[in-house]
């Protein structure tokens, strides 16, 4: 039976090795000329930038996704380095106790305790309570991100969930817990001040940071070494190796449609391919009101489309600079205050910056040399990609003049940047929508809601539509790999449920 899938990101190489394991024809169609989709690094003379992964959460087997990445991978082939801190924060207004204005972010709870004891010791209880809640995540088997669909689990196992009830409670317990109101607990004027730059000065739930630094701790959340497309083709191999196929430089213009059935897609030129399932693992919106032509909607989908329940996540600006100097002096990433609020074309101010030194990853630089990257979330990604629809010349003109600024301020900051560069790649919302069709640019498709243990309002089936499921990021608020690959292995047991086939990972 042949399935046809839109897209070779993770969620649709993911999707396809899934169904390949398990007896179905795969065929993927991907409009790049190479796998991977947002996962992705591209090559600049003697430098390689990566656009992508800092944390690939299952690095190592004491997170569940690591098991999920190797019935895909040999997760041993790849060497993953775990950060000792996993930011360092330049604070403006305050000092902590030794005279030090930058603060660590330890990712070893032990370290990160000691240090914030020692800096804060009229702090105690609170400090104490927040690494307390960090070591209760690390107690609790986090279960599926991805809801349970009706007929698919057994009664027997939808019992299961019950013992997620305590993780459901904590949760509960700390989600309305924002950087602002844990820092509005805290004495010392340093740490209330570095917790509210968690986010560089936007309130956000504590739970984004506390989660990931439970796992940061147990080493579960590393940086693949040699960057982001190395890492996809590793699952583009093994898609190959399990008889997929893949047409690049193939866009899908339209997904066909018959009493409400999904039966094949149109390629840019025209030609048609059908197949029993198709399954989207392309932006949700071009999916949606391109490909299905707004003929599939919900008052859920709509309200989606309109930004009333969701927020489309940030798009970005992302500077990379290959330079002739290897930085070693420099911390891995620094994020600081700037002298004068920098304006993005876009209409986005900056009072801070983020620096990323990979002076861990020698794959990317040769010796002596290093990648540098400043990285700007933008809510305004479709200022971007209209400005280069409509004047190419202008758009280039804006992002080489505010790369400059950029440049500027690195410069002021840690010396002896400008006259090493050796390599310069600018790449802004427009970029990320031109290879990889995502909406605005969205970098990790819907944000998180305010409440985060609220049930998800997107779905991986379209009502009214059958034989046609969705993958990847746009499938889970806050998207990143984790949903990528999850959601397609849900894909493929939906699709195994369906034909009444036992779901099966070969190795
Ligand atoms: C700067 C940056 C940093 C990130 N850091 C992390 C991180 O540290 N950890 C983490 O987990 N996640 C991170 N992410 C997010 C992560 O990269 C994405 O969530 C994930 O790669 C999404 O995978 P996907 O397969 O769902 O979608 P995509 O990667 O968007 O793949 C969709 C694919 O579909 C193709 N396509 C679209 N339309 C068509 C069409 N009409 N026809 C044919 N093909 C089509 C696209 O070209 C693309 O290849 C980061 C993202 C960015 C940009």
Same mark, same amino acid.
């Given at each position: 039976?042949?399935?046809?899938?839109?897209?070779?990101?993770?969620?649709?190489?993911?999707? *396809?090795?899934?169904?390949?394991?398990?007896?179905?024809?795969?065929?993927?169609?991907?409009?790049?000329?190479?796998? *991977?989709?947002?996962?992705?690094?591209?090559?600049?003379?003697?430098?390689?930038?990566?656009?992508?992964?800092?944390?690939?959460?299952?690095?190592?087997?004491?997170?569940?996704?690591?098991?999920?990445?190797?019935?895909?991978?040999?997760?041993?082939?790849?060497?993953?380095?775990?950060?000792?801190?996993?930011?360092?924060?330049?604070?403006?207004?305050?000092?902590?106790?030794?005279?030090?204005?930058?603060?660590?972010?330890?990712?070893?709870?032990?370290?990160?305790?000691?240090?914030?004891? =020692?800096?804060?010791?009229? =702090?105690?209880?609170?400090?104490?309570?927040?690494?307390?809640?960090?070591?209760?995540?690390?107690?609790?088997?986090?279960?599926?991100m991805i809801r349970?669909?009706?007929?698919?689990?057994?009664?027997?196992?939808?019992?299961?969930?019950?013992?997620?009830?305590?993780?459901?409670?904590?949760?509960?317990?700390?989600e309305?817990?924002?950087?602002?109101?844990?820092?509005?607990?805290?004495?010392? !004027?340093?740490?209330?001040?570095?917790?509210?730059?968690?986010?560089? @000065?936007?309130?956000m739930p504590?739970?984004i940071?506390?989660?990931?630094?439970?796992?940061?701790?147990?080493?579960?959340?590393?940086?693949?070494? /040699?960057?982001?497309?190395?890492?996809?083709?590793?699952?583009?191999?093994?898609?190959? @190796?399990? /008889?997929?196929?893949?047409?690049?430089?193939?866009? #899908?213009?339209?997904?066909?449609?018959?009493?409400?059935?999904?039966?094949?897609?149109?390629?840019?030129?025209?030609?048609?391919?059908?197949?029993?399932?198709?399954?989207?693992?392309?932006d949700w919106h071009y999916t949606l009101f391109?490909?299905?032509?707004g003929?599939y909607t919900s008052k859920t989908i709509l309200a989606l489309k309109e930004h009333r329940n969701l927020e489309v996540y940030y798009?970005?600006?992302?500077?990379?600079?290959? #330079?002739?100097?290897?930085?070693?002096?420099?911390?891995?990433?620094?994020?600081?205050? #700037?002298?004068? =609020?920098?304006?993005?074309?876009?209409?986005?101010?900056?009072?801070?910056?983020?620096?990323?030194? $990979?002076? $861990?990853?020698?794959?990317?630089?040769?010796?002596?040399?290093?990648?540098?990257?400043?990285?700007?979330?933008?809510k305004?990604g479709?200022?971007?990609?209209?400005?280069?629809?409509?004047? !190419?010349?202008?758009?280039?003109?804006?992002?080489?003049?505010?790369?400059?600024?950029?440049?500027?301020?690195?410069?002021?900051?840690?010396?002896?940047?400008?006259?090493?560069?050796?390599?310069? =790649?600018?790449?802004?919302?427009?970029? $990320?929508?031109?290879?990889?069709?995502n909406w605005q640019?969205s970098?990790q498709g819907w944000l998180p809601g305010k409440n985060l243990i609220a049930p998800s309002p997107v779905d991986i089936v379209i009502p009214?539509?059958?034989?046609?499921?969705l993958?990847g990021q746009w499938t889970q608020p806050g998207g990143?790999?984790?949903v990528?690959?999850?959601s397609?292995?849900?894909?493929?047991?939906?699709?195994?449920?369906?034909?009444?086939? !036992?779901?099966? #990972?070969?190795?």
């Amino acid at each position: 039976m042949k399935i046809n899938i839109i897209g070779a990101g993770v969620a649709g190489l993911s999707a *396809g090795c899934y169904l390949q394991m398990n007896g179905f024809e795969t065929e993927i169609f991907e409009k790049h000329t190479r796998p *991977g989709g947002l996962c992705t690094s591209w090559k600049r003379g003697e430098f390689t930038f990566d656009g992508c992964i800092h944390w690939l959460l299952g690095s190592n087997p004491s997170n569940p996704f690591y098991l999920l990445w190797s019935e895909l991978i040999d997760m041993s082939s790849i060497e993953f380095r775990n950060h000792e801190v996993r930011m360092d924060i330049e604070v403006k207004d305050n000092l902590d106790r030794h005279g030090n204005n930058v603060f660590h972010l330890y990712t070893n709870l032990g370290k990160l305790s000691a240090y914030l004891l =020692d800096l804060a010791p009229e =702090d105690t209880a609170v400090i104490k309570t927040l690494i307390r809640s960090m070591r209760k995540i690390q107690g609790y088997e986090i279960p599926p991100m991805i809801r349970s669909v009706p007929g698919l689990l057994p009664f027997w196992q939808k019992i299961k969930f019950v013992k997620h009830l305590p993780l459901l409670f904590f949760l509960m317990r700390w989600e309305k817990q924002t950087n602002f109101s844990f820092a509005r607990k805290l004495k010392n !004027p340093f740490l209330k001040e570095a917790f509210q730059l968690l986010f560089d @000065g936007d309130e956000m739930p504590l739970l984004i940071i506390t989660l990931p630094l439970a796992f940061n701790d147990k080493m579960g959340v590393g940086y693949p070494v /040699g960057g982001s497309l190395n890492f996809a083709r590793k699952i583009e191999e093994r898609y190959l @190796g399990l /008889g997929g196929m893949i047409r690049y430089n193939t866009c #899908v213009e339209e997904i066909i449609t018959e009493n409400s059935h999904a039966t094949g897609i149109i390629l840019s030129d025209g030609t048609k391919v059908f197949s029993a399932i198709t399954i989207s693992a392309a932006d949700w919106h071009y999916t949606l009101f391109t490909a299905l032509k707004g003929k599939y909607t919900s008052k859920t989908i709509l309200a989606l489309k309109e930004h009333r329940n969701l927020e489309v996540y940030y798009s970005v600006f992302l500077l990379s600079l290959g #330079v002739s100097r290897s930085v070693r002096e420099l911390p891995r990433m620094l994020r600081f205050p #700037v002298a004068k =609020d920098l304006v993005s074309p876009d209409g986005t101010r900056y009072s801070r910056m983020e620096a990323h030194f $990979y002076t $861990y990853d020698p794959t990317l630089a040769p010796e002596g040399k290093c990648v540098v990257t400043v990285k700007f979330y933008s809510k305004n990604g479709d200022y971007w990609i209209g400005l280069r629809r409509s004047d !190419p010349e202008e758009y280039k003109k804006q992002k080489t003049a505010f790369a400059e600024e950029i440049i500027g301020v690195l410069e002021k900051k840690f010396g002896g940047i400008r006259d090493a560069i050796e390599e310069t =790649d600018i790449a802004t919302p427009a970029t $990320y929508h031109r290879y990889t069709n995502n909406w605005q640019g969205s970098t990790q498709g819907w944000l998180p809601g305010k409440n985060l243990i609220a049930p998800s309002p997107v779905d991986i089936v379209i009502p009214g539509l059958q034989d046609f499921y969705l993958a990847g990021q746009w499938t889970q608020p806050g998207g990143g790999l984790p949903v990528a690959i999850k959601s397609a292995r849900t894909v493929a047991q939906m699709i195994c449920h369906k034909y009444h086939k !036992p779901f099966v #990972v070969s190795k």
